[in-house]
Nanobody, 127 residues
């Protein structure tokens, strides 16, 4: 019902910036909440950020707070993750995900909350 495609990953030096994009298609009702997660080799997929349907509420993991910004443009069916001051520990595959429920209906910071996932985009940070 929903298809997600992440783009914008790549190689960046520590301290640099990247902007990830997530293009969504399909039924709008499945996109109330959008989250970004990341997964490094040998580690579990972890929460990075989430945003409400209107974009009025945003949430961040402590590890990225103050450095990353999540935003969305519903008219363009796009969600973004602006990543600044990147660190080697940010290196991972980044995934966008959508939920067919509002953020306040459950635990938006867990994988199980979301219904659809993109294929992921690799972010590599060199030191």
């Amino acid at each position: 019902q929903v298809q997600l495609v992440e783009t914008g990953g790549g190689l960046v030096q520590a301290g640099g910036s990247l902007r990830l994009s997530c293009a969504a298609s399909g039924r709008t009702f499945s996109r109330y909440t959008v989250g970004w997660f990341r997964q490094a080799p040998g580690k579990e997929r972890e929460f990075v950020a989430a945003i409400s349907w209107s974009g009025g509420m945003t949430f961040y993991a402590d590890s990225v707070k103050g450095r990353f910004t999540i935003s969305r443009d519903n008219a363009k069916n796009m969600v973004y993750l602006q990543m600044n001051s990147l660190k080697p520990e940010d290196m991972a595959v980044y995934y966008c995900a959508t939920a067919s429920r509002p953020y306040y209906s459950g635990s938006y910071y867990t994988v199980a909350f979301y219904d659809y996932w993109g294929q992921g985009t690799q972010v590599t940070v060199s030191s």
